[in-house]
Nanobody
Framework: VQLQASGGGLVQAGGSLRLSCAAS????????VGWFRQAPGREREFVGA????????YYDDSVKGRFTISKDNAKNIVTLQMNSLKPEDTAVYYC??????????????????WGQGTQVTVSS
């Protein structure tokens, strides 16, 4: 499965962006899909994920209530809707697909496939 993340850009604080993660060469069937981000000089950190096991979404506390993950099975796309963006949301955003257990859903090492990343920059 190959993943491609898109939709990043430059937005002012308080604005919104929608990121998409598209799968090719396969589908998301049987996989959990996670969104992660990495700012310069920092480790890749968990943003949120849709769990294939529990059929639920999970979010890091820093984005809870502002970000929403949706899965479109017909289009084979997972989207990350980001509202009320803050400068600290600035990072390269990655989507990953894997089969983590729910308790490990925030761990990047649990994901087998990764997209190339898309830059999100939020200006103050």
């Amino acid at each position: 499965v190959q993943l491609q993340a898109s939709g990043g850009g430059l937005v002012q604080a308080g604005g919104s962006l929608r990121l998409s993660c598209a799968a090719s060469g396969g589908t998301f069937t049987g996989y959990s899909v996670g969104w992660f981000r990495q700012a310069p000089g920092r480790e890749r950190e968990f943003v949120g994920a849709w769990s294939h096991t529990s059929r639920r979404t999970y979010y890091d506390d820093s984005v809870k209530g502002r970000f929403t993950i949706s899965k479109d099975n017909a289009k084979n796309i997972v989207t990350l809707q980001m509202n009320s963006l803050k400068p600290e949301d600035t990072a390269v955003y990655y989507c990953g697909a894997g089969r983590p257990i729910v308790s490990a859903i925030s761990r990047p090492a649990m994901y087998y496939y990764w997209g190339q990343g898309t830059q999100v920059t939020v200006s103050s």
